[in-house]
């Protein structure tokens, strides 16, 4: 059975996204794009809303020669990925130019978690409104957080509570801390229950 987690960078005051959907706050450095890397490094599939696609979808077609070897890194681990990206307006030729990926109109729980089942490399959940499905779910084994020493203001949550699908309340465990360069703190927590 496939680990099924979701991970991703905010501020401190939990924002994916500014109000203008920025996140240039939220470049990470090489450690930490390097523990991103070893934390999907063992997915077989990303499972994406529209939008986190079309941010991650550059790395299909991104130049790496002379990056960073940390870039080339992550561009490797995407490239072997497969891919599905939930969306009501998404038209099925808008990923006739996107390697292994497929659309999918909703988010079947029962689909994803037949998914995690049957699969022998981790799934990835890519966006907070999918997340706050998949954590209300309980399909989630793992949540991974970079917080920047950035206050926004308001924008995009890391967590879509209060939505009609998501999860109310969700008790979760720590089980580990890192400091990172720039005053980013790494958060790692498993849900309880």
């Known amino acids: 059975m496939a680990r099924v987690y979701y991970g991703n960078q905010m501020s401190l ?7 203008e959907g920025r996140f240039d706050w939220a470049m990470p450095g090489e450690d930490v794009h390097s523990a991103i890397n ?8 990303f499972l994406l809303g529209r939008r986190m696609w ?12 002379g ?5 080339g890194d992550f561009a490797a681990i995407w490239r072997s990925a497969d891919k599905v990206v939930f969306s009501r307006t998404l038209d099925e030729d808008e990923l006739a130019d996107a390697p ?5 109109r909703r988010f079947d729980v029962d689909e994803v978690r037949g998914l995690a089942a049957s699969a022998d490399r981790d799934l990835s959940i890519g966006g907070p409104e999918l997340a706050a499905q998949a954590l209300a779910a309980g399909l989630v084994d793992e949540v991974a957080l970079w917080t920047y ?24 465990e720590l089980v580990e ?14 849900p309880r229950g």
């Open 13 to 19: 005051d939990g924002y994916v996204a500014d109000r």
């Open 38 to 45: 070893d934390d999907v490094r063992g997915v077989g599939t």
């Open 54 to 65: 079309e941010v991650l979808r550059a790395w299909d077609v991104m130049d790496i020669d």
């Open 67 to 71: 990056e960073p070897e940390v870039i």
């Open 100 to 104: 292994r990926t497929r659309l999918a």
């Open 149 to 172: 020493p950035v206050v926004v203001g308001g924008g995009t949550p890391a967590f879509a509570i209060g939505a009609d699908d998501a999860p109310g309340r969700l008790d979760l």
């Open 177 to 190: 801390t890192r400091r990172y360069d720039g005053g980013v703190v790494g958060l790692r927590y498993r």
